[in-house]
T-cell receptor, first 114, second 114 residues
Framework: GAGVSQSPSNKVTEKGKDVELRCDPI?????LYWYRQSLGQGLEFLIY????????KSGLPSDRFSAERTGGSVSTLTIQRTQQEDSAVYLC????????????FGPGTRLLVL | DAKTTQPPSMDCAEGRAANLPCNHS???????VYWYRQIHSQGPQYIIH???NNETNEMASLIITEDRKSSTLILPHATLRDTAVYYC???????????????FGKGTLLTVNP
């Protein structure tokens, strides 16, 4: 079946511009996660959505970052006034239901802020 | 979460079995062992997970020692496409807490040679 999809696959933007990254989770998965992976670095948790519960936004690095999930499916991660340090691979994952379920990752969006 | 220790790199000949070790000596009774891999420029790919018993799926086998302090991921017939960084992580089962926040260590770079 179809896996997690993300778009765009690559994004180059200028410092100060806003960007939107999209994630389509696996159909039927109620939990959705955003992570960031900087060059040579490990996985950094950003935000977690589970059904209709309030999202866990504790990993968002600043108020320039926000995310929403519409209709319990597609999610959009928005970065306002991008900075060069925002350059990274942004990964989305989804899981079937509970927190302990296996997470399946998308291919990521490679963001480069010039 | 319990920490894991993996060798930084390993080589394997194409067609041979690749055995990737992982130490998790401080693992708790309710923590699962998960393996992911990340092929260059791709998102992490789930491979397999287990609690106590050995597990096998279409990708790999997972052997967990009786004391659960270590495990081995086995790729029975490695191919060039299996060249990737392999991550061993432990995470609690069940709901509650923030066990959904995955963290990867440095992993093992497996290079499959022709």
């Amino acid at each position: 079946g179809a896996g997690v999809s993300q778009s765009p696959s690559n994004k180059v933007t200028e410092k100060g511009k806003d960007v939107e990254l999209r994630c389509d989770p696996i159909s039927g998965h109620t939990a959705l996660y955003w992570y960031r992976q900087s060059l040579g670095q490990g996985l950094e948790f950003l935000i977690y959505f589970q059904g209709n519960s309030a999202p866990d936004k504790s990993g968002l690095p600043s108020d320039r970052f926000s995310a929403e999930r519409t209709g319990g499916s597609v999610s959009t991660l928005t970065i306002q006034r991008t900075q060069q340090e925002d350059s990274a691979v942004y990964l989305c994952a989804s899981s079937f239901a509970a927190q302990s379920e296996t997470q399946y990752f998308g291919p990521g969006t490679r963001l480069l802020v010039l | 979460d319990a920490k894991t220790t993996q060798p930084p790199s390993m080589d394997c000949a194409e067609g041979r079995a690749a055995n990737l070790p992982c130490n998790h000596s401080t693992i708790s009774g309710n923590e699962y062992v998960y393996w992911y891999r990340q092929i260059h420029s791709q998102g992490p790919q789930y491979i397999i997970h287990g609690l106590k018993n050995n597990e096998t799926n279409e990708m790999a086998s997972l052997i967990i020692t009786e004391d659960r302090k270590s495990s081995t991921l086995i790729l029975p017939h490695a191919t060039l496409r299996d060249t990737a960084v392999y991550y061993c992580i432990v995470r609690p089962g069940g709901s509650g807490g923030s066990n959904y926040k995955l963290t990867f260590g440095k992993g093992t770079l497996l290079t499959v040679n022709p």
